[in-house]
């Protein structure tokens, strides 16, 4: 988790409120990434960003949305939260996109949407 | 449609034992297979991870055997310990994408 945080680290919101979640890193590394970790599912990526303004979907994109105006900075944004997106949150960074590959795990984000 | 199976679910193993966690993946364009580990309350950790051009890579107790033919690949760890009780995931990894299996709660009983 070294470099890497997340706020807020747990968060309830009801059904319809737009919803915000942070990942900060001291890392300087280019490749940023959000991940959803349900049960049975392991981890399944949201969205991923190449670098400042540059993003692009995931697996399971639909109802969220990023931005990344600052290399340090990624924001995960669930426009209108529902139910189904009650679930842990993990921002990861990675040096590269290409060799290597290995991606850092931020602490996670229980979100409850009620 | 999950590209990354992993088998068992759940595993439980007396210390000294040998674990073992696979993982079958079906998309070929893969050419990055890690291995993470979770403790409750923390995020993913990388454990280890092999590249499809090598069969077997060794790391202290850790070790990966991949057969591309098969498109398969597993996680054995030797010797466990009460302290290796965690989830492991595996996972198969593109440029830009990471497909992670559903993971395999290990418990090493003392």
């Known amino acids: 988790d070294a470099g890497i945080t997340q706020s807020p680290r747990h968060k309830v919101t009801e059904t319809g409120t737009p919803v915000t979640l942070r990942c900060h890193q001291t890392?300087?590394?280019?490749?940023m990434y959000w991940y959803r970790q349900d049960p049975g599912h392991g981890l399944r990526l949201i969205h991923y960003s190449y670098g400042v303004k540059d993003t692009d979907k995931g697996e399971v994109s639909d109802g969220y949305s990023v931005s990344r105006s600052k290399t340090e900075d990624f924001l995960l944004t669930l426009e209108s939260a529902t139910s189904s997106q009650t679930s842990v949150y993990f921002c990861?960074?990675?040096?590269?996109?290409?060799?290597?590959?290995?991606?850092?795990f931020g602490p996670g984000t229980r979100l409850t949407v009620t | 449609q999950q590209q990354v199976k992993q088998s068992p679910q759940s595993l439980i193993v007396q210390k000294g034992g040998i674990s073992i966690i696979n993982c079958a993946y079906e998309n070929t364009a893969f050419d990055y297979f890690p291995w993470y580990q979770q403790f409750p309350g923390k995020g993913p950790a990388l454990l280890i991870a092999?590249?499809?051009?090598?069969s077997e890579k060794k790391e202290g107790r850790f070790t990966i055997s991949f057969n591309k033919s098969a498109k398969q690949f597993s996680l054995h760890i030797m010797d466990s310990q009460p302290g290796d009780s965690a989830t492991y995931f595996c996972a198969a990894s593109t440029r830009n994408d990471m497909r992670f299996g559903a993971g395999t709660r290990l418990t090493v009983k003392p």
């Open positions: 990861a960074t990675a040096t590269s996109g290409g060799a290597g590959r290995e991606q850092y």
């Open positions: 890392e300087n590394h280019r490749y």
């Open positions: 092999i590249r499809p051009d090598v």
